[in-house]
C-alpha cells in the first residue's frame, strides 16, 4: 500500500511538472497592454522553433527573430520589452537604448539594470546592479533614490 501510494505522489508530482513547463512561454511585448495582458508576439517555448536574439551584446538597434530558418528583424524603438524563459519580464528603454528587468508594478514601476562601473582603482569595469522606477509602465525611467521612494 505504501508503495502504491508513493507511486501516486512521485507520478502526481512529475505531471505537475511537466505540465507548468510546457505553459512557460516566453516572447515579446509589443506594447504596454501587451505587457499588462501577457500577450506575448514572436512566441518562443520548449516545443516552439522560434528564437529571439536581442543584439545587446553587439548593441544593435534591432531584435532579430528566427522562426524555422528565416529572420525577421525588428526595431527595439518599436518593442515594449520582453519575456524571458524564466518567466522575468524586461522593458525596453529607448532613451538609454537598454532594456530593464521589472522588478515590481504596482503604484511605481521597479526595475533593475546592470550597469558598467569602474574598479575603485580604475583600472576596469565591472557589472553593477542599480536600481530605477517610473510612475507608469510608458513614463521616463528614473534613478531610484531614497527621495523617490516615497
Do not use: W
Not at 533593475?112 to 513614463?139: D, E
Amino acid at each position: 500500500m505504501k508503495k502504491a501510494i508513493v507511486s501516486y505522489l512521485l507520478f502526481h508530482s512529475l505531471l505537475c511538472c511537466s505540465l507548468s513547463a510546457q505553459t512557460t512561454v516566453t516572447g515579446i511585448y509589443l506594447s504596454a497592454a501587451d505587457y499588462i495582458n501577457n500577450k506575448v508576439s514572436f512566441e518562443t517555448s520548449l516545443d516552439n522553433k522560434t528564437k529571439i536574439k536581442l543584439n545587446t551584446f553587439v548593441n544593435k538597434p534591432y531584435i532579430t527573430i528566427i522562426n524555422n530558418g528565416k529572420e525577421t528583424r525588428l526595431s527595439k524603438d518599436s518593442i515594449f520589452g520582453y519575456s524571458d524563459s524564466k518567466q522575468i519580464n524586461f522593458r525596453y528603454n529607448k532613451e538609454d537604448k537598454r532594456f530593464y528587468k521589472i522588478i515590481e508594478n504596482k503604484v511605481k514601476v521597479v526595475y533593475s539594470t546592470a550597469v558598467p562601473v569602474l574598479t575603485p582603482k580604475g583600472n576596469a569595469l565591472q557589472l553593477t546592479t542599480r536600481y530605477y522606477y517610473s510612475n507608469t509602465l510608458t513614463s521616463a525611467i528614473l534613478p531610484l533614490t531614497n527621495n523617490s521612494k516615497k
